[in-house]
């Protein structure tokens, strides 16, 4: 039997790529704090602030935050224990093993 | 927020760090609801790495000795405000008897946001905890009943809606440390974000 090896993290960005180039606000998320699910473009977000700060609208606890700097972005979804993302039909990731 | 008129000031001005444009209204900025705290309820907590609570009611805060610190204050977001008047207590009196190895310190808010920096940084006359500005009681929006006043530091250092201090032997990152900005925050060196 072969031993289980990991890979290494280049692998992610083809899945991360196809996953992050979507539409966010099509997205649906789920709520760390209060585990509501709802999509992502029903968060309450706070702009006038050194970042995006968006908001669970049903228990107001943090889900997401944007940071953009000049020639960086940070995003923490510490908030969400899932996005939940509308996908074109094709084989799961990773495939059947 | 455009610089505007300012730009000439900006480049001449040797009290405008690197960056900043000068301001003359005061912006609201905001990374969430503004929590309302009644006074009869409000508390400010002092907590040491070894568990120690040292806790003070609106009244007791009151009855400090109190300082009217008049400072420049810089945002991250490039606007600075020069001259800006507060009421409140120095953290030298707060932290006066306390008996603490911290080296650090994490600010954290009414609302749940959090902040972080070096204890040596609240000491020696650069740090209060204001509850007046311009002489009137500080409003909601700008923090009140009171904030955290940390001017040599960019202004998310200075936490609104302040609730306590825990001191901490290690750094802890904050709301907005955790999420790409700088760890200390000096505006002279233009600390914005992690790395810079």
């Known amino acids: 039997m072969t031993e289980m090896s990991y890979l290494d993290g280049n692998m992610l960005d083809g899945p991360l790529r196809e996953l992050l180039a979507v539409d966010l606000s099509a997205a649906t998320g789920r709520c760390a704090s209060c585990g509501m699910v709802g999509p992502m473009a029903g968060l309450r977000v706070w702009a006038h602030a050194p970042g995006l700060v968006g908001r669970c609208p049903s228990c107001a606890e943090v889900m997401l935050r944007l940071v953009r700097a000049p020639d960086r972005a940070w995003l923490d979804l510490r908030g969400a224990t899932y996005l939940q993302v509308p996908m074109p039909t094709a084989e799961p990731f990773p495939r059947p093993l | ?196």
Not at chain 2, 61 to 87: N, Y
Not at chain 2, 130 to 148: K, T
Request: aromatic share 14%.
């Open chain 2, 1 to 196: 927020m455009s610089p505007g008129f300012q730009g000439r000031r900006r480049t001449t001005d040797p009290a405008l760090p690197p960056g900043q444009y000068l301001t003359e209204d005061f912006p609201v900025l905001s990374a969430g609801p503004t929590p309302r705290v009644p006074l009869d309820r409000w508390e400010f907590v002092l907590a040491t790495e070894t568990g120690d609570e040292f806790r003070w009611s609106w009244a007791e805060l009151m009855a400090l000795p109190q300082e009217t610190p008049t400072v420049d204050i810089h945002c991250v977001t490039r606007w600075s405000k020069f001259g800006t008047s507060w009421q409140g207590v120095s953290l030298d009196v707060l932290l006066d008897g306390v008996d603490t190895a911290a080296d650090y310190a994490q600010a954290h808010s009414y609302g749940g946001y959090t902040t972080n920096l070096p204890l040596d940084d609240l000491r020696d006359g650069q740090a209060w905890v204001v509850h007046g500005y311009d002489g009137e009681p500080l409003p909601a929006e700008h923090g009140g009943p009171a904030r955290l006043l940390v001017p040599h530091l960019y202004f998310w250092k200075s936490a609104k809606w302040v609730r306590g201090l825990r001191l901490t032997v290690e750094d802890e990152p904050g709301f907005w440390e955790t999420a790409g900005y700088h760890d200390y925050g000096d505006p002279w060196r233009e600390q914005r974000y992690q790395g810079d």
